[in-house]
């Protein structure tokens, strides 16, 4: 039961400390990137039912009875992270990637031997470089998405 209690303290503190950091970010870029970011959180919700059937990975005990771990990690870290980077990288892609590669390994490899001693999560049939290969294609739909929004924009012309 005290593991049970930590996955909690633990998964709340992460939702609670991404989110303080989203007021820093600026109205005007949370308006910029949030269909992008909003379009790959929804992909993830879909991933996770695939993920799901395949047994890719699986969270044995979820952070709350209503909240799935994949929920968890997209409405905590995913969302205002995926914020920030492309706050700070947009217009750059290859520092983009270069960050998600940071994020995304030091999910994969820190964070996940972590939350397996919580026993929060446990990879399944997924390997650990096919989880990378996974978050980087997302990572460059998110881009490629925002790319099309402000190709978009551009063309319509100011409103």
Same mark, same amino acid.
């Not at 920030?84 to 960050?99: D, N, P």
């Given at each position: 039961?005290?593991? =049970?209690? +930590?996955?909690? $303290? =633990?998964? #709340?503190?992460? @939702?609670?400390?991404s989110w %303080?950091?989203? !007021?820093?970010?600026?109205?005007? &870029?949370?308006?910029?990137?949030? &269909?992008?970011?909003?379009? @790959?959180?929804?992909? @993830? =919700? @879909?991933?996770?039912?695939?993920?799901?059937?395949?047994?890719?990975?699986?969270? !044995?005990?979820? !952070?709350?009875?209503?909240?799935?771990? +994949?929920?968890a990690l997209?409405?905590?870290? /995913?969302?205002? #992270?995926? %914020?920030? $980077?492309?706050?700070?990288?947009?217009?750059?892609?290859?520092?983009?990637?270069?960050?998600?590669l940071i994020? *995304?390994?030091?999910? $994969?490899?820190?964070?996940?031997?972590?939350?397996?001693?919580?026993?929060? /999560?446990?990879?399944?049939?997924? +390997?650990?470089?096919?989880?990378?290969? $996974?978050?980087?294609?997302?990572?460059?739909?998110?881009? #490629? /998405?925002?790319?099309?929004? *402000?190709?978009?924009?551009?063309?319509? #012309? !100011?409103?």
């Amino acid at each position: 039961m005290k593991i =049970f209690k +930590e996955a909690k $303290i =633990f998964f #709340g503190s992460m @939702i609670v400390l991404s989110w %303080l950091t989203v !007021p820093f970010l600026g109205a005007k &870029y949370i308006k910029k990137y949030k &269909y992008a970011v909003g379009f @790959i959180s929804v992909f @993830i =919700f @879909i991933e996770s039912f695939v993920a799901k059937k395949f047994k890719w990975w699986s969270f !044995p005990r979820p !952070p709350l009875r209503y909240l799935t771990g +994949e929920m968890a990690l997209v409405l905590g870290p /995913f969302i205002p #992270g995926s %914020l920030w $980077i492309m706050r700070l990288t947009y217009g750059r892609f290859g520092l983009y990637m270069l960050l998600n590669l940071i994020a *995304d390994w030091l999910f $994969i490899y820190p964070f996940q031997a972590m939350t397996k001693k919580l026993k929060m /999560f446990q990879f399944g049939t997924v +390997e650990k470089p096919q989880l990378l290969g $996974i978050f980087l294609f997302k990572a460059v739909l998110m881009y #490629g /998405f925002q790319y099309f929004i *402000d190709e978009k924009s551009n063309k319509e #012309g !100011p409103s």
